[in-house]
């Protein structure tokens, strides 16, 4: 503590010595009121409860008045005079502008001059800037910061934080910005302007704005010759980095280019009533001298463009103070009724044209999406009955085994076409995978071959041996045979088939085709085979000894 004390004797933290050099490395010159109101304004809260204003302020204003004692000290910062009102003016040595730039995160070349002798004669106009800039900025207080401070501290900082919102950060402005109608940057020529407020807030919705601050001494010729003269700059071009000509500003900062128009950055005219013009008979006679440089053309589209023009917008710094960017108190030139900042700066018509014509894009584009779907879908039906057809020919053109007549499967079929140099690979190409296991099982074995160990057939296999493995009906009357004529009919297995002369009859039928044999024949076929059997068994057998005997001795 004590090394802390010996390098800032009046206590400062870094946290107060950072805001004090973010904000007179933007606005040059500033009071300790101004700092602490835009660097920590949730100590405007803490301190209400003080008996006069001056207390309060003086209580609000200490840490920052203290980490202006401790850089003075290190020699970045000096005393600048005083304003109107007594307040002490504060500004950064050329030493501090460098820190400062380290703050901000911009080059020391853009930082800059440093504003000695603003307070000679009061600083009038630099403290309207920096109140334009708070009331553009409207600094939210930290509620974080004020969680001990007693309910009636944390509803006002509740209520001030729940405000509309201001726009940017202070490192989103710049002031004493010079733009040279001729020179460079750094040396500019006779000729140009100087903005007092350049500011660059995209996250916002606001990429570049030019503000200018009267205090009302001005009169409108005095502003409408200003105002040629960023027109001079905004037309000026140079060369970029990559060989190509571009209009000067937009070597220095960016914005969208639009679609149908470009038009020049926007600029606001603040007016601070405090000197003898008044600004309502300032601005109508301002917007006549100024016509050719904001008027845009009318469209058949139904909008104006507004390309190579210049948005100008008129506001007083009383109304921002209280309403901010997002009050309707901006007055745009050749428009009738007061916007909010972002719509006075910008083109709804033109914007609700584009967003039409996006809305156009989007439904043509389903359109788009829908015919090709549906082309998909017709396609892939096409070729879903290409494919049924095909499979249909296929199952037309499959072989149906010679045996049980079932159709081939894929894997039999194509196994059944393999052929090695016009030899079928296959045994039995013409049936089917159970008839062929039939038809192997079944296979004779070699006379004098050792016959190898057969497992037992399965019962679909032993149901093969039989000539109907089902009951069988008559192919003369349709009838089911009875167990006794299927058993009639039936193979006997491994042994000699019992041949029927008409399997395929029933036992009716069959004795009726004998029947119609006899009366055709004029003789039982029955009786003439049984006489057959019955002069076999009587005939004689040959006796041993005949010639046939003797031949073979």
């Not at 190409?429 to 039939?438: G, I, L």
């Not at 009875?482 to 009919?489: I, L, N, S």
Request: with cysteine; charged share 25%.
């Amino acid at each position: 503590m004590a090394g802390k004390r010996k390098n800032n004797p009046a206590g400062s933290t870094n946290s107060y010595r950072g805001d004090v050099l973010r904000v007179l490395g933007t606005l040059k010159v500033a009071t300790a009121d101004q700092i602490q109101r835009i660097g920590a304004p949730h100590l405007t809260f803490r301190h209400a409860d003080k008996e006069t204003p001056s207390k309060r302020k003086q209580a609000r204003t200490a840490s920052h008045t203290g980490a202006l004692s401790d850089m003075r000290k290190h020699g970045l910062s000096e005393n600048g005079g005083s304003t109107g009102t007594g307040d002490a003016l504060r500004n950064l040595t050329p030493k501090g502008l460098q820190a400062a730039s380290y703050e901000l995160n911009r080059p020391v070349t853009e930082m800059g001059s440093t504003a000695r002798g603003a307070g000679s004669s009061g600083a009038s106009h630099p403290m309207a800037v920096n109140e334009t800039v708070i009331a553009m900025l409207r600094p939210k207080p930290n509620l974080a910061r004020l969680a001990v401070d007693p309910p009636h501290v944390q509803a006002a900082a509740q209520a001030a934080a729940d405000s509309p919102v201001g726009i940017g950060t202070i490192a989103s402005y710049w002031t004493e910005v010079p733009l040279p109608a001729t020179g460079t940057w750094n040396a500019p020529g006779k000729g140009g302007a100087q903005a007092d407020i350049v500011l660059t807030a995209p996250q916002d919705g606001v990429p570049l704005l030019f503000i200018e601050v009267d205090n009302c001494h001005e009169t409108a010729e005095e502003l409408a010759d200003k105002l040629e003269k960023y027109a001079r700059f905004f037309k000026r071009k140079v060369k970029d980095t990559d060989g190509r000509e571009r209009p000067m500003w937009r070597t220095r900062w960016t914005a969208p280019e639009g679609r149908y128009e470009t038009p020049h950055p926007p600029v606001l005219l603040v007016f601070n009533r405090v000197g003898e013009r008044n600004p309502n008979l300032t601005v109508p006679r301002l917007q006549e001298l100024t016509r050719h440089l904001w008027k845009g053309d009318w469209m058949r589209e139904g909008y104006h463009s507004y390309d190579g023009k210049i948005p100008i917008v008129v506001v007083g710094l009383r109304n921002l103070r209280e309403h901010g960017p997002a009050g309707a108190v901006f007055l745009r030139f050749g428009r009738d009724r007061p916007q909010p900042l972002l719509d006075a700066i910008g083109n709804p018509r033109l914007e609700g044209v584009l967003a039409r014509e996006a809305e156009a894009a989007r439904v043509r584009q389903a359109e788009y999406q829908a015919q090709l779907r549906r082309a998909a879908q017709e396609q892939a039906g096409k070729k879903a009955v290409e494919a049924a057809r095909e499979a249909a020919q296929r199952e037309a053109r499959r072989p149906a085994c010679v045996g049980c007549g079932a159709r081939l499967t894929d894997e039999r079929w194509e196994a059944a076409e393999e052929t090695d140099w016009g030899r079928p690979v296959d045994t039995h190409p013409h049936v089917c995978d159970r008839c062929k296991a039939v038809a192997v099982a079944s296979a004779a074995p070699t006379p004098g071959r050792q016959e190898e160990h057969q497992e037992p057939l399965p019962e679909w296999a032993r149901q093969e041996f039989m000539r109907f493995p089902r009951r069988p009906h008559c192919t003369e009357c349709k009838a089911a045979f009875t167990d006794e004529r299927w058993k009639a009919v039936e193979r006997t297995g491994w042994g000699p088939v019992r041949m029927e002369p008409r399997p395929t009859l029933c036992g009716n039928c069959d004795l009726q085709f004998e029947s119609d044999l006899d009366r055709a024949w004029g003789v039982s076929r029955r009786q003439e085979k049984h006489d057959q059997e019955q002069d076999q068994v009587a005939a004689p057998s040959p006796k041993s000894g005949g010639w046939f005997s003797r031949l073979r001795s």
